[in-house]
Structure formats: C-alpha cells, structure tokens
C-alpha cells in the first residue's frame, strides 16, 4: 500500500507556542490531502484540506504548507491551545483509479499544556 | 443529521464468541468504510462498500472477518470467532461519491475488547 510519512509521533508544546506536523508522501496521483483530528473517545473528524494547486491554506490557527515538488505537507497550529490536544491524521489521495481511497499517516498525539 | 451512527459503543467478549458491530451512515452517502485503529498499526482500512456493493476487502485480516451491506442504511462488520488479537475501535466512515473531493465523515467507534 502507498504510505504517508507522519512525523513526530509525539509532540508536547505550551500554550501559545506553534505546533507542526510533517507529512510525506509517495504517490503522485494524490491530488487531495486532508488533516484529520481525533480527539480521545471519538471519530476522526476533517480539520482542514488542501489541493495541490495552491501552496498553503490557512483556516484561523490552523494552516497546511504544501510542496508539491518534495511530495510533503504539514500542518502548523498557531498560538497552541490545551483544548487542541488531540491525536492528528494526515491523509492523501486521488480521484481517480484507486488512489480515491484515502491513506492515512501513523497519528500525531499533541499535547498542549496550559 | 445525526452522523454516522454505530453500535454498539464498547463491547467486551470472550474469545471464540462472534462479535456483530453496526453501522448506519449518513443518510444520502452512497461509499462506506470500515476502518480498525490500534496503537501498533494506526488506522487501518478494512472494506469499503460503493452502491452496497463491496469493492475492496483486500484489508480485511482473515476469513474470521466479513462485512455486509445489505441496503444504503446499514452494514455490519462480523468477526467469527474472536481472537484476543481483534481488540481494537472499529469505525464506520461514510461519504457521498467515492470518487470526488468530497469528504468521509467517521462515526464515533466501537470499542472491542477480546478476553
């Protein structure tokens, strides 16, 4: 199966600080990679989603940088809040043969404490 | 809308019992996914259904395993028998066209805990 890279498998920042996670990925028929947030107890939920033909997309705290030439993505929350502690997916995939099925990263739990 | 919608939430059994988790998806999706998480392996995807229809059960572990789809409002994964090995959430995904940006939404989960 192709993989996406997800990096750290932890991370632990204070409040106010800048969290970022690393995706990588390997099949350049992807053309569609969405974050996911998993919060203890519940579903993955989409977060925020980006498509290669624009290089970062931002939604308040939350923003994706996309280099399309180094096939990664990552996923930058600013000004961390305890209440973003959760375990983060990326995704990717295609729309068309069968790169629509979506494959997801290993999780990154973040911590942010007060 | 109330989601994707599973049941049941938490279920403790002993091994060698069959274990039968439901799903209902969002009214209107039209692709279903079952999906297993664990710590050791992540989210893993097991089947997916288009039309009622499995595509792709290539995920799906062993023969112990199967998933039904018998109409647009619900699907069952069932394990026969259970093997301590199978404890994990499973979550239902489901999504209108399979094909397209638009997005899957996750049920809530159920917790399976093999004794």
């Known amino acids: 199966q192709q993989q996406v890279k997800q990096s750290p498998q932890s991370l632990i920042v204070q409040k106010g600080g800048i969290s970022i996670i690393n995706c990588a990925y390997e099949n350049t028929a992807f053309d569609y990679f969405p974050w996911y947030q998993q919060f203890p107890g519940k579903g993955p939920a989409l977060l925020i989603a980006?498509?290669?033909?624009?290089s970062e997309k931002k939604e308040g705290r939350f923003t994706i940088s996309f280099n399309k030439s180094a096939k990664q993505f990552s996923l930058h929350i600013m000004d961390s809040q305890p209440g973003d502690s959760a375990t983060y997916f990326c995704?990717?995939?295609?729309?068309?043969?069968?790169?629509?099925?979506?494959?997801f990263g290993r999780g990154t739990s973040l911590i942010v404490h007060p | 809308d109330a989601g994707v919608i599973q049941s049941p939430r938490h279920e403790v059994t002993e091994m060698g019992q069959e274990v039968t988790l439901r799903c209902k998806p969002i009214s209107g999706h039209n692709s279903l996914f079952w999906y297993r998480q664990t710590m050791m392996r992540g989210l893993e995807l097991l089947i997916y259904?288009?039309?009622?229809?499995?595509?792709?059960d290539s995920g799906m572990p062993e023969d112990r395993f199967s998933a039904k789809m018998p109409n647009a409002s619900f699907s069952t994964l069932k394990i026969q028998p259970s093997e301590p090995r199978d404890s994990a959430v499973y979550f239902c995904?489901?999504?209108?066209?399979?094909?397209?940006?638009?997005?899957?939404?996750f049920g809530p989960g159920t917790r399976l805990t093999v004794l």
């Open positions: 980006i498509r290669p033909d624009v």
């Open positions: 995904a489901s999504k209108d066209g399979l094909a397209t940006y638009n997005e899957q939404f």
């Open positions: 259904f288009n039309n009622n229809v499995p595509i792709d």
């Open positions: 995704a990717a995939r295609g729309t068309s043969g069968g790169s629509y099925i979506p494959t």
